[in-house]
């Protein structure tokens, strides 16, 4: 009885040993390296819509993807930026958008808020929209005008 605990023990003490001297061996596992996403890669771009009515506009972005790359950004906040032609800031909103800090973009995202159109279509043209997702940030600029009761693009 005493052989067979003498040889299990030795058996045991080996098969550790050589799992210790074949973990300090092999070879790092080769891991794909995911790039950091860029405002150009995920085609990221501001945009500007207005309801039917004319009366409320919808500022966000757009990043069409996959890209299939990572987001490096610290928080999963999306901002959004409206100045007139003059510099004078209409709009500077925030909200949570876009893919985790940290994670592959894989697919398309996209994120907008509402704000009134009167006071864009009232300011000095054109308007200058900046949008920061995911630690990136893009910038266009587009006009509106108010004309019959309504704002309308363009």
């Not at 098969?15 to 995911?34: D, I, N, Y």
């Not at 405002?39 to 309801?51: K, R, S």
């Not at 409206?82 to 800090?101: H, T």
């Not at 043209?125 to 940030?137: A, E, I, N």
Request: aromatic letters at 6%.
């Amino acid at each position: 009885m005493r052989t067979i605990a003498i040889i299990t023990a030795a058996g045991i003490v080996l098969g550790v040993a050589l799992a210790f001297v074949l973990h300090a061996l092999r070879k790092p596992a080769r891991t794909p390296t995911l790039l950091p996403c860029s405002a150009e890669w995920l085609h990221l771009a501001p945009t500007v819509g207005l309801d039917p009515t004319g009366k409320v506009a919808q500022v966000g972005f757009t990043a069409p993807g996959p890209a299939h790359c990572g987001t490096f950004g610290t928080t999963r906040t999306m901002q959004i930026e409206v100045a007139s032609a003059d510099g004078k800031q209409l709009v500077k909103r925030s909200r949570p958008a876009g893919p985790l800090p940290g994670s592959e973009v894989v697919t398309a995202f996209a994120g907008r808020v509402s704000v009134p159109a009167l006071k864009l279509c009232k300011a000095r043209q054109p308007l200058r929209f900046t949008v920061t997702v995911v630690g990136l940030t893009a910038s266009g600029n587009s006009r509106m005008h108010f004309a019959e009761g309504r704002c309308f693009l363009g």
